[in-house]
Every structure is written in structure tokens, then in C-alpha cells.
């Protein structure tokens, strides 16, 4: 797995260094702490990164932790975060869990996977996108590059990002797992795209079930 991520990350660097996820920009800001991670990844959902990022950062600079903006106005809070999409609803999502957050755990975001997907809206990939950028605990989430990646590599044979999930947990020792979805996501948004995987300048190549395929006459 070492190799892997290394040669994802060199051929990045070769090509063009990437910018940042917003999970990881958000980590590194620690605007808000994990309440904005977890507030962040919810909102991230079919939002290009760079959009989430500029509107987490105006969200937190009026409501500053889960106390205010349970208390705010849904038509104000979809205002700031109308450029991202379905924001009816992800107003709507992002305060009933800021209640809960609030009023049922004090304010501090649960650290474990259990408590988390008890929350409106909150699957197993958002809990585990906490549980690695807000607490560095170990976890996988698996989003459709990790999941497209690890089936193109020849990772895993799975039909869906959950089954996706429970097989790189059973094979890649766990001192990986804060490094994958960053690194895969990041790999998926510039080298191995959905439609045109730039394979020419890609240093995993040859260990790749998917470019062999297309290598093979």
C-alpha cells in the first residue's frame, strides 16, 4: 500500500501539485474545530471542493459553533450556502444537527462512528470523514474516487462504496488508513479521472488491472 500511495503522490507532484481537499483545508484551518468538519462534509456532498471550502469559511465566520447555528434562521443560513447544491435541504440538515450537537452532546462533536451516523444525514462516509480529518482517528471513507480507484487498481472487486469500505479495511493495515481518501481523492479529481484517467503519466501503472486491460492485444 506504501508504494501505492507514493506513486500517487509523485505522479501528482511530476504532473501538477494538486491543491488541497476541502476536508483537508478545513482540517488544517481548524475553523470551528469538528464541528466544522462534520458541518463541512455534510455540505460537501456533490459540491466541488473549492466551493464547500469558501462556504464553510463564511458560514463559521457568522456562526461560530453548534449553539448559533442551531439557533439560526434556515432562510439566512441557506443565503450564505446557496451556491452549493440542494441547499434547501442542506440548511435544513445542518441545523437539525447542530441541535442535536448543541443540546445533546454539550456542544462536542461524538468522536466515534456509532454516535455519528445517528445524526440526520450522517452515512457511514461522512462519520468516517470525521473521524479521520477532525480526531485523526483511523477509518476509510469511501467516496466514488475511492471507491473507482480501488476497483480500477484491482483493490477490491466491489459493486458499491460500502462494500468498498469493508474489504480495504480487511486488507490495508490500518497504519494507511488517515492517508487514503486524501490521497485517492485528490488522485480521482486530477490523474484518474471518471472518463479520461490521464494512465500515460501515472506511476502506478503497472500494478493497475485497469490500464493492463487496456494494454492487453
Same mark, same amino acid.
Given at each position: 500500500?506504501?508504494?501505492?500511495?507514493?506513486?500517487? $503522490?509523485?505522479?501528482?507532484?511530476?504532473?501538477?501539485?494538486?491543491?488541497?481537499?476541502?476536508?483537508?483545508? @478545513?482540517?488544517?484551518?481548524?475553523?470551528?474545530?469538528?464541528?466544522?468538519? @462534520?458541518?463541512?462534509?455534510?455540505?460537501?456532498?456533490?459540491?466541488?471542493?473549492?466551493?464547500?471550502? +469558501?462556504?464553510? +469559511?463564511?458560514?463559521?465566520?457568522?456562526?461560530?459553533?453548534?449553539?448559533?447555528?442551531?439557533?439560526?434562521?434556515?432562510?439566512?443560513?441557506?443565503?450564505?450556502?446557496?451556491?452549493?447544491?440542494?441547499?434547501? $435541504?442542506?440548511?435544513?440538515?445542518?441545523?437539525?444537527?447542530? +441541535?442535536?450537537?448543541?443540546?445533546?452532546?454539550?456542544?462536542?462533536?461524538?468522536?466515534?462512528?456509532?454516535? @455519528?451516523?445517528?445524526? &440526520?444525514? /450522517?452515512?457511514?462516509?461522512?462519520? =468516517?470523514? /470525521?473521524?479521520?480529518?477532525?480526531?485523526?482517528?483511523?477509518?476509510? %471513507?469511501?467516496?466514488?474516487? $475511492?471507491?473507482?480507484?480501488?476497483?480500477?487498481?484491482?483493490?477490491?472487486?466491489?459493486?458499491? &462504496?460500502?462494500?468498498?469500505?469493508?474489504?480495504?479495511?480487511?486488507?490495508?493495515?490500518?497504519?494507511?488508513?488517515?492517508?487514503?481518501?486524501?490521497?485517492? $481523492?485528490?488522485?480521482?479529481? =486530477?490523474?484518474?479521472? %471518471?472518463?479520461?484517467? @490521464?494512465?500515460?503519466?501515472?506511476?502506478?501503472?503497472?500494478?493497475?488491472?485497469?490500464?493492463?486491460?487496456?494494454? /492487453?492485444?
Amino acid at each position: 500500500m506504501k508504494k501505492i500511495l507514493q506513486g500517487m $503522490v509523485n505522479t501528482m507532484n511530476e504532473v501538477k501539485p494538486p491543491r488541497m481537499t476541502a476536508l483537508r483545508e @478545513l482540517h488544517e484551518a481548524e475553523t470551528g474545530g469538528p464541528f466544522s468538519i @462534520l458541518i463541512g462534509t455534510i455540505l460537501s456532498a456533490r459540491t466541488k471542493d473549492e466551493s464547500t471550502t +469558501k462556504i464553510v +469559511k463564511i458560514l463559521f465566520s457568522k456562526y461560530k459553533n453548534s449553539k448559533e447555528l442551531a439557533n439560526a434562521k434556515i432562510k439566512e443560513v441557506e443565503k450564505i450556502i446557496k451556491p452549493i447544491g440542494f441547499y434547501h $435541504v442542506k440548511a435544513k440538515r445542518i441545523i437539525e444537527v447542530a +441541535k442535536i450537537i448543541d443540546s445533546k452532546y454539550k456542544g462536542i462533536v461524538p468522536d466515534n462512528l456509532e454516535k @455519528l451516523v445517528e445524526l &440526520p444525514g /450522517v452515512g457511514r462516509k461522512t462519520a =468516517n470523514c /470525521v473521524l479521520v480529518y477532525a480526531f485523526d482517528k483511523p477509518a476509510i %471513507p469511501v467516496d466514488i474516487h $475511492v471507491h473507482r480507484i480501488s476497483n480500477r487498481i484491482g483493490l477490491v472487486k466491489t459493486k458499491t &462504496p460500502e462494500e468498498t469500505e469493508i474489504e480495504l479495511m480487511k486488507k490495508i493495515p490500518k497504519k494507511f488508513w488517515l492517508e487514503i481518501n486524501d490521497t485517492f $481523492v485528490m488522485y480521482g479529481q =486530477n490523474i484518474c479521472k %471518471p472518463i479520461t484517467p @490521464l494512465c500515460e503519466v501515472c506511476k502506478i501503472k503497472k500494478s493497475c488491472n485497469f490500464y493492463k486491460s487496456k494494454t /492487453v492485444f
